[in-house]
């Protein structure tokens, strides 16, 4: 609580200083415009670009770890204070940010509706409020689902290798758990799965509605896809085919690197992290394929802007010409992050793009075809809060403390607890 | 400043004529009543905006539903409290603050007590060994915490490789309540224990070397000697130092939330079951992650009250132990 008042006397000292200095944000003439982000946005060249091309802007990009840039811009946005010009809104999160949006400006002030047609139309409309009317942010990149997995296992196990002939080993995750079964049979000492949260959010990530109805009312206990979901991830950790790790942590890292398991649920983001997670050592021996269940929507991002910034109209400037298609097929080819415009993704460039550390993996054309049949899941305001109650519920499966139906009741509760 | 000028002023006003000197004289009565507050004050300055305006002001946060983006929802009195004397993720948290803390505590004072007494012995190189118990303390908690969460990893960490070496079964650290209390602890520990034994080793080199000696002549050894006359000669800096750790315990955060990989990752529980989610971890839990701020207020001022109950207990102890001498 005391926050706000260092953050005020911090400001006011700043200000003092500033002054001093003969106002240091607009130094030289400049306009200094700062863009929060965390991961990799592919900005770095972008930016440079930008910069020369316009001689009176000057960019700074703060990066910090996802979670850390959410509570920091929740924060920043309650003290009136320390926001970026442009801050990226993770798609998990927009919901919620989306519920304080007179925190910030609202683009279509700046003709924003005029871009429409560039973004597929669920990801337009997850950037916006008020039947569209509002504006929220623009958007990056997005998740469409994939599924990663170790050629050298498979082999191991009897499993075929070939991406084409694994696809057709799971069209369904029910198909998916029986070769997991198999799996198990030949190759106990290797896990399936690095863990089950993961399947679980991906299962979810190709339904309509999760957690919340399309009116924002709650339905996760009378949802049955979020108890198919779920049982369906459970039993893979009650079968012990999981790794039970956390997502994306030191652990799974670790994981990744002595291959001790074998699938892994893959957005296009997700790539990156595999490939460093694993390391070179394991380039060739990981290869992408079609997702269970078909196409589904976990991650991406989208730039807004918050009130407090100074510059409006120029920091809208730079995040439509970095949201711009040419930017975004740019980014692909840099970083991978699959652009959110479909244009861009049927773009025979991108189509033809594969991923050389990834078996030579045509990813332009896995991720393409997967984002054509997507059904983005509707988000809901408190989506962020409920969503890891169901996360740590599998944890407490894979763990063997508790069996799946206690804790589905126990994650049930929890949920109704944070979404009162 | 001009109070130091009047002060310099007033000594020779002694000798200047009457009239004036009554002035002067008041002047100088009132810099003797009031220039000990004035330099006093830049402290309680201090204290009143970075100690009791934030104390009173999450007071005042807790008896609100107050989002921590959209601020203030409505005042709702003491439904905070109430909603928090029947939450069972409170007393869990409670719980865990003072297992953790009693588990890092009394071993981390009774092995500071013990390396302090060894310091004391006169070892060669005493300067190197000083500065030795001193550098896991120096050292950043998060490198702390990153280096003991590989040691305590279930799968390929290092504690769970000896254990197998002595055929014991791997532990999972994060998932039972216990072993995970002890991770932490362990980590608490690494950290303050040499921190401990250097405020130990500094009361001990007071300690008037004749007293050993005439112990030394009535035949004592050195075990009673150490129970019988360093013990009760250091009690005030013991006192202080379980003062100083029941604090630092009390609000720890940084270790169990390092330790917690889902914490990274938002999920900041402090284990899938709350196994070691400390009373700060659950205020940040609701503060940060469900943007709770009113409730994360009421729990900030409990977890005060409990510092105020602990720290009382121990000033009471502090006088018995003084008044015995």
Known sequence: ?????????????????????????????????????????????????????????????????????????ATQLAGGRGAADIVALEEGVVSQFRASKDKFVNL???????????????????????????????GTDMGSLGLCYRRDLFEAAGLPTDRKEVAKLWPTWADYAKVADQFTAKTPNVKFVDTGRNVYKAILDQTEEGYFAKDDSYIAEKNDKVKTAFDTAAALGTKKQTGALEPFSQEWNVALK?????????????????????????????????????????????????????????????AKWLTAPEQQKRIFKETGNLPSQPKVYQDAEVQATVNEYFNKAPVGQIFAS???????????????????????????????????????TQALKEAQDAVK | ??????????????????????????????????????????????????????????????????????????????????????????????????????????????????????????????????????LPNVISVAAVALVFAQ???????????????VGIDPVDWRADTWASHLAVSTMVMWRWTGYNALLYLAAMQSVPKDMYESATLDGASRWRMFWSITVPSIRPTILFTVVTSTIGGLQLFAEPALFDPGFAANNSTGGSDR???????????KGFRLFDAG???????????????????NFSLTRRIAGKE
Request: aromatic fraction near 12%; charge should be neutral.
């Open chain 2, 275 to 285: 196994q070691f989610q400390t009373l700060v971890l659950y205020m940040y839990e």
């Open chain 2, 295 to 313: 409730y994360a207020a009421t729990v900030a001022w409990m977890l005060f009250l409990v510092v105020l109950v602990v720290a009382i207990v």
């Open chain 1, 258 to 318: 002595q291959g001790s398991f074998a699938t892994t649920t893959c957005p296009a983001w997700a790539l990156a992290l595999i490939k460093a997670g694993a390391g070179d050592a394991a380039a060739g021996k990981w290869d992408v394929t079609t997702a269970p269940g078909g196409g589904g929507n976990w991650g991406g991002s989208f730039l807004a802007i918050p009130k407090q910034g100074k510059h409006p109209k120029e920091a809208y400037e730079l």
């Open chain 2, 1 to 134: 400043m001009t109070d130091l000028r009047t002060r310099t002023e007033a000594a020779p006003a002694a000798s200047v004529p009457s009239s004036t000197q009554s002035k002067r004289f008041g002047l100088s009565r009132w810099d003797a009543k009031y220039t000990p507050y004035l330099i006093v004050a830049p402290f309680f300055v201090v204290f009143a905006i970075f100690g009791l305006y934030p104390l009173v002001y999450t007071a005042w946060v807790s008896l609100h539903d107050w989002q921590l983006i959209d601020g203030n929802q409505g005042f709702v009195g003491l439904a905070n409290y109430a909603h928090l004397f029947g939450d069972a993720n409170f007393w869990n948290a409670l719980f865990n603050t003072l297992s953790l803390f009693v588990l890092s505590t009394v071993p981390q004072l009774l092995a500071a007590l013990g390396l302090a007494a060894l310091l004391d012995r006169g070892l060669r190189g005493s300067a190197f060994w000083r500065a030795g118990v001193l």
């Open chain 1, 370 to 408: 997967s984002a054509e049949s997507l059904k983005p899941t509707y988000r809901g305001t408190k989506d962020s809060k409920v969503g890891p109650v169901f996360g740590t519920a599998l944890t407490r499966v894979e763990q063997g403390k508790q069996s799946a139906a206690d804790a589905w």
């Open chain 1, 1 to 73: 609580m005391s926050r706000r008042l260092v953050g005020s006397i911090a400001a006011t000292l700043v200000m003092v200083l500033a002054a001093g200095c003969g106002g240091s944000s607009e130094a030289n003439g400049k306009i200094e415009l700062s863009l929060g982000l965390f991961s990799d946005f592919g900005y770095d060249k972008l930016i440079e670009e930008y910069q020369a091309s316009h001689s009176n802007i000057k960019i700074e990009q703060r990066k910090v770890k996802m979670e850390q840039h959410n509570t920091q811009l």
């Open chain 1, 108 to 138: 279509a002030e700046y003709g924003a509706k005029d871009l429409k047609a560039q973004w597929a139309d669920w990801k337009w409309n997850q950037g916006t409020a008020d039947g569209g009317e509002f504006v929220l942010g623009l």
């Open chain 2, 151 to 165: 040691f305590f990893g279930r799968d390929f960490g290092i504690v769970n490789y000896l254990l197998g070496l």
